[in-house]
């Protein structure tokens, strides 16, 4: 009841007409940032900071402004994925997987309005489990040592299987590019410089930003520039908007697929280092080895497949914010950000923030209910606007999302050399997909490889180089449980399919994909 | 005896910096040099020293009026600071609008040949503003009561004890334990167990989630932590008990004479123009000597501890060849 | 074919990472895993996942025909002029020509893709620069 009570207090500080301005200002510059590939939520706040002090705001009217931005850049990095296949910003990246299939079959708005309801769904519970659940999640993410962010990071890996049905060794490539493109620049433990070959550029590694824009929005430009020479095609396939509110029945459909995304996600963000990527990829991959098994539906338009990651990757940002307030330890790019933004504002996140400063954690905490409201509000009439962009034709919509994508990169390194690693992103991109190798285990490579060699090489120290420690606690022993199952399960259904579809074949004596 | 010498130069150094600057700061007139877009890099992820040092110089900058447009703060992690000390050294070298945050950290760095090939003379160093001590904190249920028995164990057995620090090995806040393990009179102090985490933040969640017995890293850093009854703070490497915190013993009076200070200060672009470089130099002096600033700094349990202009430079010098020469006795560099 | 080349293309990576991470320079303390054995690991993972290709190829993609491929290795380059072209001649010149280039081949009338070209610079320039604040590439102008 206390609890209630203080955030009746917050609600009475967020709910000012200016902070409610702010709010929507925020919620919209949000969607905006997310929705433009090469923008995510992290530069998005960042870019607003200095905006927020020169207009003088104090510490909870900026706060507001930013957890708007924030959160509104997680729902709109869903849009460009549906409507485009380019993510928005990463986590958005497995709502291509299942939104873009749907877009081309007529149904971007629905994909779009659905997905708009579980991120309101994810967010919304996610929050609440921040309030009511803070203290107690530090003491979970504090049961994660060294070894056991390890064996979660296996995990992901392990269950890469299960997202694309094709040959496993090309997924099991596309990984191992990943986290051998996350190796380059100085090792965190000991300094040495690798890969970089004295190229000072490459000192600091190889920003994740630069390889999906390059891997996922350029490759897209040389596949329709392959295909869509001449304008032929362009201009006559206007994509089919339909209907924009889901219909109920899909909606129903879809709640227990949101349930364990959010369940997921916000797990995922509650451990610092995992975050939202981990959230709606373990949600979606997960989702698909409960509800898909011999995978018939996902990755063709499965509104279960927009649903779960979607809820997943905002569950995870409300989830972020935990560690980040208790303990200081910001558990994502954005959470870093908005740590910064705190501290600029002299407060210190850390064990005492939530006595010391209730004033700041409440009002915090109600903007992001507000936030999410707003967005909720925001999204669904907005779809039909948004959904407007595929009226445009591709060979005009195409050059305009390439330029943006540089324009996104260049702004935030200022280096033309790492445009240039994007364009080199890009062209592996499209050789990578003519060859029907995955992309999405190539970026996650790249956003886990450096924290999951790291940590095992902390666990290493740790034991002395007895590798007993990475099943030395009950924690480690089930989630390599989980990780086997994730890497079995997938094998043996893949067996099991290839055997049906063979025998389908057979019978119908039907060629073609 | 290495952290003596550190620290008699830094109070010798430090009181002729105050006198100098009072005799000069009504003299100095850059008014001609105003900075557009002005912008300070943070080494470091944010949440570490840097960043505090770059998010508090920006907003006091810009309160104070001291600059017009606000200061953008960007983050420029890796390699230790090296990734931004050669990114201001090669690519940035006459950005008149740039300030870059420094510690005891730079200057160790630059010493143990980390910065790959840099020498002090490649950047312009500033200021420093302030100064804190380093220290050692193990859980609140620890074993641990004081540091002689942490250090007992480490004797008996040099892996037994694992130590967090937030940046990489050799890194100051890796050598603060070597030196007091050098003091209890263990002979190879490389044998000890040191496990490097990304910044001082995680390095905490490492103390508490139990994966390692002890932190070795900066006081403010565990300030709050401290307040929270998590940890208990066994040995603080300063001269004396700090006033504000009298219960905390110093590893001095633990019979082990090591003196740890981290200073925090800011560097510039060499190549600048000389009215820029006065321009910043007057503006850390005008926050520095902020009332507003002071209570910021003691906040943080730092104290004031300035340098600016000829000071700074021979100030760094010094801190420079004391570090060389310390990592040359414990056998980090040849 | 083009998997077994693509095998054959990886297994060459594999050697050139492996070797890369073989010349990693130690610093004084090195901790029990080191900052090679993951790279071997990685570089082994790649190897041995190209030897499958060249043993186990996928039927054969479809390839654009010269034409196409022309086009892509014309546009990718005007895209790398467009990085060299950003620090000397600003933004929005560049923009505007790579704008063009990309909407012009992609079926556009030459006059209406600088149409386009300009309109996406200008716009660009206003909403990002202007309004958001950010840093674009300054030209001997100023834009």
Redesign the interface.
Not at chain 2, 208 to 212: A, C, D, E, M
Not at chain 3, 27 to 31: E, N, P, R
């Given at each position: 009841m206390d609890t209630l009570a203080l955030l009746a207090d917050g609600f009475a500080i967020a709910l000012t007409p200016q902070n409610l301005f702010l709010a929507v200002m925020g919620c919209f510059l949000g969607t905006l940032m997310g929705a433009l590939p090469g923008l995510g939520p992290a530069n998005g706040v960042a870019i607003l900071?200095?905006i927020a002090?020169?207009l003088g705001l104090g510490p909870v009217a900026s706060l507001i402004l930013l957890v708007s931005v924030y959160y509104g850049a997680m729902y709109g990095g869903r849009i460009s994925s549906i409507l485009l296949n380019i993510p928005g910003d990463e986590p958005a990246m497995m709502t291509c997987l299942d939104g873009y299939p749907m877009a081309q079959q007529g149904k971007a708005g629905e994909a779009l309005s659905l997905s708009g309801v579980a991120s309101f769904v994810g967010a919304f519970f996610a929050t609440c489990g921040l309030v009511i659940l803070a203290p107690q999640l530090v003491k979970v993410?504090?049961?994660?040592?060294?070894a056991e962010y390890f064996v979660l990071f296996t995990v992901a890996f392990a269950t890469l299987g299960g997202i694309s049905s094709t040959n496993q060794a090309k997924s099991a490539f596309a990984a191992a590019l990943g986290l051998g493109i996350a190796m380059i620049?100085?090792?965190?433990?000991?300094?040495s410089?690798r890969f970089t070959f004295?190229h000072?550029h490459l000192?600091?590694?190889i920003d994740f930003l630069i390889a999906i824009v390059g891997l996922f929005a350029l490759s897209e430009v040389f596949i329709f520039l392959e295909h869509h020479r001449g304008g032929a095609v362009g201009s006559a396939k206007a994509t089919k908007v339909g209907r924009i509110m889901p219909d109920f029945a899909m909606i129903k459909r879809c709640i227990p697929s949101m349930a364990r995304g959010t369940g997921l996600g916000f797990f995922s963000g509650v451990l610092?280092?995992a975050g939202a990527s981990l959230g709606s990829f373990l949600a979606y991959s997960l989702e698909k080895q409960t509800v898909d098994r011999d995978g018939k539906t996902f990755g063709k338009g499965d509104p279960r497949g927009v649903a779960a990651p979607e809820a997943g990757n905002n569950a995870a940002s409300g989830g972020a914010l935990v560690?980040m307030l208790a303990?200081?330890?910001?558990g994502s790019g954005t959470t870093?950000?908005l740590?910064?933004v705190l501290?600029?504002l002299?407060i210190?996140p850390?064990?005492?923030l939530f006595q010391k400063n209730p004033d700041v954690v409440w009002g915090l905490i109600a903007s992001l209910f507000i936030a999410n409201f707003i967005l909720l509000a925001m999204n669904i009439p907005l779809v039909g606007i948004f959904t407007r962009v595929l009226m445009v034709p591709t060979r005009i919509l195409m050059p305009i999302v390439a330029m943006i994508s540089f324009v996104g990169i260049y702004s935030i390194t200022g280096s033309s050399f790492d445009v240039m690693l994007m364009v080199g992103f890009g062209i592996m991109g499209w050789v990578l997909r003519k060859l029907d190798v995955s992309l999405v285990p190539v970026i996650l490579g790249i956003l886990l490889g450096n924290q999951m060699e790291?940590n095992l090489r902390?666990a290493m120290?740790?034991s002395?180089g007895d590798w007993l420690i990475l099943v030395g606690s009950p924690l480690a022993i089930i989630l390599w449980g989980v990780a086997i199952t994730g890497f079995v399960l997938p094998m043996l259904m893949g067996r099991r399919m290839k055997k049906r579809m063979e025998a389908a074949r057979n019978e119908e004596e039907f060629v073609g994909d | 005896m290495g952290g003596h010498i550190m620290f008699a130069k830094f109070a010798r150094i430090g009181a002729v910096a105050v006198t100098a600057t009072l005799a000069t700061v009504t003299a100095s007139t850059a008014q001609d040099f105003q900075p557009e877009?002005p912008q300070c890099i943070a080494p470091s992820?944010?949440?570490g020293g840097w960043?505090?040092i770059c998010?508090t110089t920006?907003?006091y900058l810009?309160d104070l009026g001291v600059i017009e447009d606000?200061m953008?703060?960007t983050?420029?992690?890796?390699?230790?600071g090296?990734?931004a000390f050669?990114?201001v050294s090669?690519?940035r070298n006459e950005d008149n609008n740039l300030i870059v945050a420094a510690s005891m950290s730079t200057s160790a760095r630059i010493a143990q040949g980390?910065y790959?090939g840099a020498v002090q003379d490649d950047v312009h160093f500033l200021a420093t503003f302030g100064a804190e001590y380093g220290a050692i904190a193990v859980r609140a249920d620890s074993e641990f009561e004081t540091l002689t028995q942490m250090m007992d164990a480490i004797l008996a057995d040099p892996?037994s004890v694992?130590i967090a620090g937030g940046s990489?090995?050799?890194s100051f806040d890796h050598i603060k334990p070597m030196l007091v393990a050098r003091e209890a009179g263990l002979d190879d102090v490389?044998k000890m167990?040191?496990?490097?985490?990304?910044g001082g933040?995680?390095a905490?969640?490492?103390l508490?989630?139990?994966?390692?017995e002890a932190l070795s890293g900066d006081f403010s850093e565990m300030l709050?932590?401290l307040?929270?009854g998590?940890i208990r703070i066994i040995g603080i490497m300063a001269p004396e008990r700090l006033e504000s915190f009298p219960d905390i013993p110093t590893a001095r009076e633990q019979g082990y004479d090591v003196v740890g200070a981290n200073w925090r200060g800011l560097y510039m672009p060499a190549g600048a123009s000389d009215e820029a470089k006065e321009f910043w130099s007057n503006a850390i002096q005008t926050m520095a000597e902020d009332p507003g600033f002071q209570a910021?700094l003691e906040e943080a349990a730092i104290a004031p501890f300035n340098n600016f202009g000829d000071d700074m430079h021979d100030f760094v010098a010094g801190s420079i060849a004391d570090i060389e020469k310390l990592s040359r006795e414990i056998?980090?560099?040849e | 074919m083009s998997d077994r080349i693509f095998g054959g293309f990886g297994l060459a990576l594999a050697i050139f990472y492996i070797w890369a991470a073989s010349i990693i320079k130690d610093?004084?303390?090195?901790?029990v895993v080191g900052p090679r054995a993951f790279p071997y690991i990685v570089g082994t993972i790649i190897a041995l996942c190209s030897l499958y290709f060249i043993l186990r190829p996928d039927d054969e993609p479809e390839w654009p025909h010269m034409r196409e491929f022309t086009e892509i290795v014309f546009a990718a380059a005007v895209m790398f002029a467009y990085c060299f072209a950003l620090p000397e001649l600003g933004f929005v010149i560049s923009t505007i020509f790579a704008t063009a280039y990309l909407t012009w081949r992609l079926g556009t009338a030459p006059l209406w893709s600088f149409v386009v070209g300009l309109g996406t610079s200008v716009g660009i320039y206003v909403v990002f620069h202007l309004i958001l604040g950010l840093?674009l590439a300054e030209g001997p102008l100023g834009f």
């Open positions: 900071i200095p002090f020169s993410a504090l049961l994660f040592g060294p620049g100085s090792d965190s433990q000991t300094g410089q004295d000072i000192y600091d590694g610092p280092g560690p303990l200081g330890v910001p870093a950000v740590l910064a501290l600029q002299n210190t850390g064990p005492l790291v902390r120290t740790i002395d | 877009n992820n944010p949440g960043d505090f998010r920006a907003r810009f606000s953008q703060v983050n420029m992690s890796g390699g230790g090296g990734v050669a990114h090669k690519e980390i790959e892996r694992g990489s090995v050799g490389t167990k040191y496990v490097s985490f990304d933040g995680e905490m969640t490492g508490l989630s139990g994966s390692v709050g932590f307040e929270s998590d910021t056998g980090i560099i | 610093s004084f303390m090195v901790d840093a």
